[in-house]
């Protein structure tokens, strides 16, 4: 019996020895950053993912840097690599003064050489990087390369003029790419460039640099004490740590095992908030949802390419009737916790200034969504509770992709709302790439998705008539005057006329509402309350924590 | 009896890579047919469209199946899979990063299972039908059915949330690299704790199951009666008699466990954020990676061959009658 005794005393004990080894994250010097799954490059020429570019901003930097101003609802640009930059008149060129003061990791200065070089190899269409395509506002080939010597003048090691093809009103955001070392790049293939060793051994010019990957579990950062941006507060170390499971990212937040998290689901925001320890940081959103309706019959636009009126959605009325039938607001409130707001259309409440002011969401109202049907020529001719027209019951399945809850309780809501008005829904799950690919080929009625407007507005992709040049335009919308204003948006108008595009470009969608928008979803973060100047906006959370301090 | 022993294995060899062609190659066109594609990955605010295009042409996409699949047989036969669309590195580069900690975990869950299933049985065998061979039996029973997220779920509230003594996720601490050699070790066994535990918990009751039935089956033989009317002690009637005869059917289901194991234990992989074999083959799958897909299904189809012809060679060791069956 006492050996037994014996036996369970050392358990406990090496329990309490293991526990203790255990340390939480809480030095004065360290953070540790949780994410859903392990980043697959941290080379910014493939940063797709939001976590993938989140770390390589931490390594590369870009000429310039971007902040939020939540007053005017606006990006803001302040020197990063460059110390200042001076537009022509005409805007057809830019006169870039780099710092002379800035050495890639491996000791090498950083020279507008790397600049050129960047541009060079983040156009090049061999390479398919993140911004291929991007840049037709310089002089570019036949594949959209840029032609060097035609859009760049090298006029000192650090300094530059970048030249642009006239009257395409270029902005800060086309000179705002991170700088890669020619010194490194140059010594590889463009087409073995993908898989290159400097995809996993960066040579980087940021405030951190790379101490460690270790595949799936976690990527470890360190101030670079050569950096221009260290300063004596700057978090030496921060760690990434890959936790696939969310409660578990939960748990190990409350525990201090990890400092921040984002992704919190808003039916867990209370009790973090009650947390000692926590800080919860709710951001207005950029990621809205909205309940498709295609605009065109499918079967007809998928068999012999004709674009004939979907025979439910086709018709601007009944869209405003689905509109007034569905309750949003119950939905925010119910699910979102109303961490959200109700959407009027897709240009974000964070840009105070496009944004539209005398535009009011749908509000939840069957009658006046059975007064608009029967306008339409919806009716209950055979009083089965379902409407007809020509003899076709509105009877439509609705699809959603599988593995999102918000997605199944908001189909649900709507089911229930459009049958009190006679609508039937069959609600049809599926896996998330087959739903996309079903999109692309707008092969769908109805669905429910999501979408992010894009920094700076981006609304051309979404809402342009050309279906083949904007494949994401998924509601096969089309309108002229829709289209004439994206297109003088495009030219880079003056601020006034900007805004007013932006808002009547609104008032025609509001008008036409070619999808139900439901709710902007607000990001939200939490993190230790041991981190202090955390800037988060909706530019994002990680960028710029170079800033960041620990309290003591 | 050595030559027959050596061919039977040998034409087991063949049938091998003959079903694993087949199954590679099924792979390949199911793939390829099925909806969506690796450029959907590329669907962004940020990104232009035609993006997701020049990705499908860069990855041959655009290229008939039939012309794909010549190519990734010209490669396959130089022993290259191709490189992951999501990882951007050879195949078996980004295998190689997953598969030891697959080898480590599914051995140990292997060997915890065969340990705690041989001494419940034993307990259990040594007074059959008492009230500890039915509480045993019971309670296996209650194990085996508990799934397998539930039990994880359980035990990170227990020992990581409430009690505070093991790691709730990652194979090793935030001062890893910190801690000499004896507390790395050490750290890796306090982060697989519970996973080995929440992995094994149905396994011992399948393996008490097995070990319990084929002890009983052979206890209650004339032989063991003879065995012990001729005065041997009931220590080597156990040892030297019973163990081995009722090994046979419990080496069969090891060889079809470990290479299951071998290919990947996605759910508690998740659960305790473990960067095991069958995460990364989800991911793939999810994300439409074909060649990463491939190289996964053909990693786990020769685990499982593998591990089911050794059973087998280990089952012909100790019955000669049985080398016929491992020719398949």
């Known amino acids: ?552 | 009896m050595r030559e027959n022993f050596g061919r039977a294995v040998l034409l087991r060899l063949i049938s091998s890579l003959l079903i694993l062609f087949f199954l590679i190659t099924f792979l390949f066109f199911l793939l390829r047919i099925s909806p969506g594609g690796p450029e959907q990955k590329f669907i962004s605010p940020q990104l232009k469209p035609e993006l997701m295009q020049k990705v499908r042409e860069s990855f041959n996409l655009d290229k008939p199946v039939i012309v794909q699949y010549s190519a990734f047989l010209v490669n396959l036969i130089k022993g290259d899979f191709g490189v992951s669309y999501n990882y951007r590195k050879p195949v078996i580069d980004v295998i190689m990063d997953y598969l030891p900690f697959t080898l480590c975990f599914a051995l140990i869950a292997v060997i915890v299972q065969l340990v705690f299933g041989f001494l419940l049985s034993f307990i259990s065998i040594r007074k059959i039908n008492s009230g500890t061979d039915r509480f045993i039996s019971k309670f296996t029973l209650l194990l085996f059915s508990i799934p397998t997220f539930v039990a994880g779920v359980f035990l990170i509230y227990v020992f990581s949330e409430k009690i505070g003594v093991l790691p709730s996720s990652g194979l090793k601490s935030i001062n890893h690299s910190e801690m000499n050699f004896a507390g790395q070790i050490l750290d890796y066994i306090i982060h697989l704790v519970l996973p080995v535990i929440t992995l094994c918990i149905g396994g011992i009751a399948v393996y008490y199951r097995y070990l319990r039935d084929n002890l009983e089956e052979i206890y209650n033989k004339p032989f063991v009666l003879h065995l012990r009317a001729s005065g041997v002690s009931e220590k080597e009637i156990t040892l030297k008699h019973v163990i081995p005869n009722a090994l046979n059917p419990l080496i069969t289901v090891t060889g079809i466990d470990l290479g299951l194991l071998l290919s990947g234990a996605l759910i508690t992989e998740v659960i305790f954020g473990l960067p095991g074999m069958g995460r990364l083959t989800v991911t793939a799958i999810f994300t439409r990676d074909y060649p990463l897909v491939v190289g996964c299904s053909f990693i786990a189809g020769v685990f499982i061959i593998v591990t089911n012809l050794a059973a087998d060679i280990l089952k012909a060791k100790i019955d000669k009658r049985l080398i016929k069956g491992i020719s398949g």
């Open chain 1, 1 to 552: 019996m006492k050996v037994k005794h014996f036996y369970i005393l050392i358990f406990l004990s090496s329990m309490f020895f293991f526990s203790s080894c255990q340390k939480s994250s809480n030095t004065s010097d360290f953070i540790v950053i949780g994410i859903a799954q392990d980043v697959e490059s941290i080379n910014p020429l493939f940063a797709f993912s939001v976590d993938e570019g989140s770390i390589c901003d931490l390594l590369y930097l870009g000429m310039i840097q971007h902040g939020w101003d939540d007053e005017k609802g606006e990006i803001t640009s302040q020197p990063l690599l460059a110390r200042e930059w001076t537009w022509s008149r005409d805007t057809s060129s830019v006169t870039i003064n780099l710092r002379d003061d800035v050495k890639w990791t491996d000791g090498v200065k950083l020279t507008a050489e790397d600049v050129v070089y960047s541009f060079d190899i983040f156009s090049d269409p061999v390479v398919n990087s993140k911004f291929s395509g991007s840049f037709q506002k310089f002089y570019t080939d036949s594949s959209e390369h840029i032609i060097a010597d035609k859009s760049f003048e090298m006029l000192t090691p650090y300094k530059l003029k970048i030249n642009f093809r006239p009257h395409t009103h270029p902005n800060v955001f086309n000179i705002d790419i991170p700088i890669l070392p020619k010194h490194i790049f140059e010594k590889i293939q463009r087409k073995d460039v993908p898989t290159a060793d400097i995809n996993f051994k960066p040579v980087s010019n940021g405030p951190y640099k790379l101490a460690g990957w270790d595949k799936n579990q976690s990527i470890t950062l360190i101030a670079d004490p050569g950096s221009f941006l260290y300063h004596k507060g700057i978090i030496g170390k921060i760690m990434f740590r890959i936790i696939p499971d969310y409660n578990s990212r939960l748990t190990q937040l409350k525990k201090g095992e990890i400092d921040l998290t984002e992704l919190i689901k808003p039916e867990d925001a209370p009790s973090l908030k009650n947390s000692e320890n926590i800080v919860i940081v709710p951001v207005k959103g950029r990621e809205y949802e909205y309940a498709g309706w295609n605009n065109i019959d499918p079967e007809n636009f998928n068999k012999q390419h004709k674009f004939i009126p979907n025979k439910f959605f086709g018709s601007a009325k009944v869209r405003q009737a689905l509109s007034y039938a569905i309750n949003k607001k119950e939905i925010l409130e119910e699910y979102l916790h109303n961490y959200g707001q109700l959407s009027v259309g897709p240009v974000s409440p964070i840009f105070t200034k496009a944004v539209n002011p005398d535009l009011q969401p749908y509000p939840y109202n069957p009658d006046k969504a059975r007064q608009l049907l029967n306008e339409a020529g919806w009716k209950d001719t055979d009083n089965d509770g379902i409407l007809e027209k020509n003899r076709t019951e509105f009877s439509f399945d609705l699809y959603i992709p599988g593995g999102n809850p918000l997605r199944n309780y908001s189909a649900t809501v709507i089911k229930n709302n459009l049958k009190n008005i006679g609508i039937s829904v069959n609600i049809q799950t599926m896996e998330l790439n087959t739903f996309l690919d079903n999109l692309f080929s707008k092969k769908f009625d109805a669905w429910i998705a999501s979408w992010y407007i894009a920094i700076p507005i981006d609304l051309k992709m979404m809402w342009y008539s050309d279906f083949k040049n904007t494949p994401l335009n998924f509601q096969s919308y089309s309108n002229a005057q829709v289209d004439s204003i994206l297109d003088n948006i495009e030219k880079s108008p003056r601020e006034k006329e900007l805004y007013q595009l932006y808002k009547q470009f609104q008032q025609i969608l509001h008008n036409e509402e070619p999808v139900t928008f439901l709710y902007w979803i607000d990001d939200i973060t939490a993190h230790n309350k041991r981190i202090t100047k955390i800037d988060i906006n909706p530019l994002g959370v990680i960028h710029h924590c170079w800033n960041w301090e620990l309290k003591d």
